[in-house]
Structures are given as C-alpha cells and as structure tokens.
C-alpha cells in the first residue's frame, strides 16, 4: 500500500505520483486564464505511464496471474516500456518490450539499462505499426511460458491508475474549482480515469481529448504519424464507446511548434504529446477566457533532443525548415475546429 501522506518514499515504486502542479504565467497571451499544469516528468521513470505500469503489475501479483518466474509482454512507444521495465526490474519479474522505428533511441537505451530486452517490430502491419507490435507480442506471448501481457490498451487498471491518482492530486490541489482539463490521448487511459472520477465528483468540468492527425480515434481518418505516444493507428479496446466533451486533433508540426514555445516562454521542456496539448489550449484563448484550466504534460522534453528540438529533423520528417518553424514558434496558431463527441 503506498503511504500518500508521507514525504519519504518506501522504495521507488512508492515514490510514483504527488507530481508537481505549475501555473504558467506566460505561455498564453490572454492573462485572464488561470493555467495550470501536471508535470507527470517529475515521476521516477519520468512520465504519466508510471502510474498504470505499475497498477497493471501489482494487481496481476495480486491476483496471481504473474509470479516471481513470470515474463511481462507489451508494446509501447517507449514511456509505458519504462513505466514497465522500473516496475518490473523493482519486483524481480523479465520484461520484453515490443517496439517500432519512431521509438526514442533514448527511451529504448533507458528500458535496456533497467534490465528491459527490445524486441523492434521494422515493418508495419497493414499500413500501422501498433498493429504490427501487437501481433508481435501475441506470437511472443505463445512461444514464451509463464508469459503475461499487461495489454496498456484494454486493461481496466491503465485508467484506474490516473483515477485514483493523477487526477484526485489535481483536484485537491486546486480546492476543487477548475473549469477544463486538457488531456493527450491514445490508448485513452489517462482521459478516461479523469473524466470518470471527476463525473462521479458531481465537477462540473470540461475535458478535451487532444487527438493526433492521422490517428483513427473519434472516427478519424488513418495517416502517417512520427510523435510518439498520441493517437492511435488501430481502435484500443478502451478506447470503444468513450465519449469527451471535445476532440481537438494536433499535427505533428503543432506539437513540435508547442514544445518550442514553453520551452522558450516558460524555460520548461515538454515531450511531443504535451506540445500537442499546449498548442490547443493556445489555440483555444477565445473560448477559455477568464476560466482555470488544467493541462496534463505526460514525459519530458528531455526524450525528444533528437527530434522535437532538433531542427534538422523537423526539416527532414516534417518538411519544416527552421525559418518557417521559428516564425511558427513566434506567432500564434489559427483558431483549431473541435469536434464535439456524442
């Protein structure tokens, strides 16, 4: 059981949530909107997937279905793969991570120095490479015994993990008075987990899903995505039947051009999703004026130097070269299109 109310961590499992919540005073042009945001960097293993990597674990130690000889399966872009490979390095247990070519080389070198294998998945599988790892950790899960996956994208404890936690800590920072909340999606467990609790709250809150170009969540339309850990190639399990108050889709330019931004207004360097997430809330001053709002920053900037923040690779994978990208970074972004979800 973790301890929530004291400061010292038993171990570094315990030490997952109770992240920072920051206000930035200079991201938005319009001073009338109260922002705030999580820093889920600030967790051990650096990101937002700490929380269910490690309540997938422990409640399948609880149940039984994993053991002390057990091997832990799962596909991931690179911060579950952490989130699992701390989780899994902590309790003893073998971990194999099933990847593809747009994961961080960081990421990968993080999960190997925790005892993490790599399994790279070269080749998509039907035009998508979630497909394909998933496929992947299916045959390995046949041809390894005592084998266990988590299944980030189906299992109920991913959106539980952020209902107890993520979410009730940004609540009660707040005294309970914010208006909306801003939340990156992609197996949805984070959106999910928060949206529950603050409906079963009686919030009166506002939650928008920011969505990738090119994912097929929310009955969008299939492309070519390169940030990792936004969007979805293949409909998850949890991701069936969920509705949010609004869907906002990023590119992966306006995700790139958010990082820039509160790196340079707020000196705080954010991951690819969260860029995502800022340059809706930017995007959205109009209809945010004079309301606290909420957005949650799952990883570091710190994961993305190869990418985001390197301007040979804008150029090179997004087609933008850094005059234009500067220009972006130094005026606002038009108006964005919300989709409202039934």
């Known amino acids: 059981m973790r301890n929530m109310t004291s400061p010292i961590a038993s171990n570094v499992l315990d030490a997952i949530g109770r992240t920072p919540l920051i ?5 938005l042009s319009d001073e009338s909107i109260e922002l705030f945001v999580k820093l889920e960097a600030a967790n051990p293993g650096g990101s937002a997937k700490d929380r269910p990597a490690r309540e997938m674990l422990e409640t399948a130690l609880r149940t039984g279905e994993i053991h002390g000889g057990s091997t832990i399966i799962e596909s991931s872009s690179g911060n579950m793969g952490i989130g699992l490979a701390q989780a899994c390095r902590y309790h003893g247990l073998k971990f194999i991570c099933v990847v593809d070519p747009r994961a961080q080389r960081q990421n990968l070198a993080i999960i190997k120095a925790l005892g993490g294998e790599i399994e790279l998945v070269e080749y998509p599988l039907n035009g998508d490479f979630l497909t394909a790892r998933i496929a992947r950790v299916k045959r390995l899960l046949r041809e390894t015994p005592h084998s266990f996956w ?10 539980l993990a952020h209902y107890q936690g993520t979410i009730r800590e940004i609540d009660e920072a707040l005294g309970h008075d914010f208006d909306v909340l801003f939340v990156a999606t992609s197996s949805t467990g984070t959106a999910q987990g928060c949206r529950d609790f603050l409906q079963r709250s009686g919030r009166n809150v506002e939650v928008v899903a920011v969505d990738s170009v090119g994912s097929v969540l929310f009955g969008g ?9 936004l969007g979805a190639g293949q409909i998850p399990r949890l991701a069936v039947g969920q509705s949010f108050d609004h869907v906002a889709r990023v590119s992966d330019l306006d995700c790139v051009v958010g ?17 995502g997430v800022l340059t809706t809330v930017e995007r959205m001053q109009e209809q ?8 949650i920053l799952h990883d570091s900037g710190t994961r993305y130097l190869e990418t985001v923040f390197n301007d040979a690779w804008v150029e090179s994978a997004l087609g933008c070269n850094p005059s234009r990208l500067a220009e972006m970074i130094q005026h606002g972004p038009a108006d964005v299109e919300l989709e409202p979800i039934a």
């Open 221 to 229: 339309i299939a492309g070519t995505r390169m940030i990792p850990g």
């Open 150 to 159: 988590p299944n980030q994208y189906a299992n109920p404890a991913n959106p």
């Open 23 to 27: 206000q930035l005073k200079r991201f």
């Open 288 to 295: 945010l004026a004079g309301k606290r709002c909420v957005a």
């Open 259 to 275: 990082c820039r931004k509160v790196a340079h207004r707020e000196a705080l360097l954010v991951g690819g999703s969260s860029g």
